[in-house]
């Protein structure tokens, strides 16, 4: 599995982590049933704290993406469940295009970034 952290990204350590995960499964990087990395391997791995790496796992559990079990560690349970409206998965795309309108760039350039995005995520997807 592989993770970065970027020390200059404003979004939370633990929120990097939530969101690479994130991108891992619906890439098709890990897959049902895959074994997570222990929370210490990956804290020391990534030179962070490891009760960031728990905080992330426990997001992704409440998400219900993983299973955790103490003793056997955290399993990618499945992709969000198909129970999820469309007007509750648009909301985090909302925000980031009004980000990139805020910015200034032209309707164009955000449908190539958005384009170049998809492509990049979907292209480990089976």
Same mark, same amino acid.
């Given at each position: 599995?592989?993770?970065?952290?970027d020390?200059?990204?404003?979004?939370?350590?633990?929120?990097?982590?939530?969101d690479?995960?994130?991108?891992?499964?619906?890439?098709?990087?890990?897959?049902?049933?895959?074994?997570?990395?222990?929370?210490?391997?990956?804290a020391?791995?990534?030179?962070?704290n490891?009760?960031?790496?728990?905080? $992330?796992?426990?997001?992704l559990?409440?998400? &219900? =993406?993983?299973?955790? %079990?103490?003793? /056997?560690?955290?399993?990618?349970?499945? #992709?969000?469940?198909?129970?999820?409206?469309?007007?509750e998965?648009?909301?985090?795309?909302?925000? $980031?295009?009004?980000?990139?309108?805020?910015? &200034? =760039?032209?309707?164009? %350039?955000?449908? /190539?970034?958005?384009?170049?995005?998809? #492509?990049?995520?979907?292209?480990?997807?089976?």
């Amino acid at each position: 599995m592989f993770i970065t952290v970027d020390q200059d990204d404003r979004r939370p350590i633990y929120q990097q982590v939530v969101d690479e995960i994130k991108a891992l499964i619906a890439g098709g990087s890990l897959e049902e049933g895959e074994q997570l990395p222990p929370v210490r391997q990956l804290a020391a791995d990534l030179g962070v704290n490891l009760n960031t790496i728990a905080t $992330a796992y426990r997001e992704l559990q409440n998400e &219900g =993406l993983i299973t955790v %079990r103490h003793g /056997s560690g955290a399993v990618v349970a499945s #992709k969000i469940s198909n129970n999820t409206g469309d007007d509750e998965l648009r909301k985090p795309l909302r925000a $980031a295009l009004t980000q990139l309108v805020l910015a &200034g =760039l032209p309707k164009t %350039r955000i449908l /190539s970034i958005v384009a170049d995005e998809l #492509k990049a995520l979907l292209k480990g997807t089976r």
